[in-house]
């Protein structure tokens, strides 16, 4: 088990844009499901965005039409495109690898927020430590 390693994060003014990057510790090219959480002083974590190794994507609909999540590349590494910020979209974002042949849940897929096989991304996803992402109004 290795950890996937996040870059990307910082301080941004409200409408403004940041990329996050996860470089993950394995072969994304099958089999491979990468999200994105983030969790805000006192809120519960919150999935933001996935996507599994043939380019299916999921995003929350907090971010939707303002985030893209990119198919794992050639080095295994996946982008978050975050565009107009809100003061809202300030959290530590995460993000987890998770190997869909260990997951039971999800049946080969990325497992769907806030859905029981979400799960799977706690029980066999390598997440890793984090990056901090802070919007100001």
């Known amino acids: 088990q290795v950890q996937p390693v996040e870059s990307g994060g910082g301080s941004v003014q409200a409408g403004g844009s940041l990329v996050l990057s996860c470089a993950a510790s394995?072969?994304?090219?099958?089999?491979?499901?990468v999200g994105w959480f983030r969790q805000a002083p006192g809120k519960e974590r919150e999935g933001v965005a996935s996507?599994?190794?043939?380019?299916?994507?999921e995003y929350a609909d907090s971010v939707k039409g303002r985030f893209t999540i990119s198919k794992p590349n050639a080095a295994n590494i996946v982008t978050l495109q975050m565009n107009s910020l809100k003061s809202e979209d300030t959290a530590i974002y995460s993000c987890?690898?998770?190997?869909?042949?260990?997951?039971?849940?999800?049946?080969?897929?990325?497992?769907?927020?806030?859905?029981?096989?979400?799960?799977?991304?706690?029980?066999?996803?390598?997440w890793g430590q984090g990056t901090q992402v802070t919007v100001s109004s």
């Open positions: 987890v690898v998770l190997d869909l042949r260990r997951g039971a849940r999800s049946g080969g897929y990325c497992p769907p927020f806030e859905e029981a096989a979400e799960g799977d991304f706690d029980d066999f996803g390598d």
């Open positions: 996507v599994d190794s043939d380019g299916a994507t």
């Open positions: 394995r072969d994304t090219s099958s089999n491979v499901c």
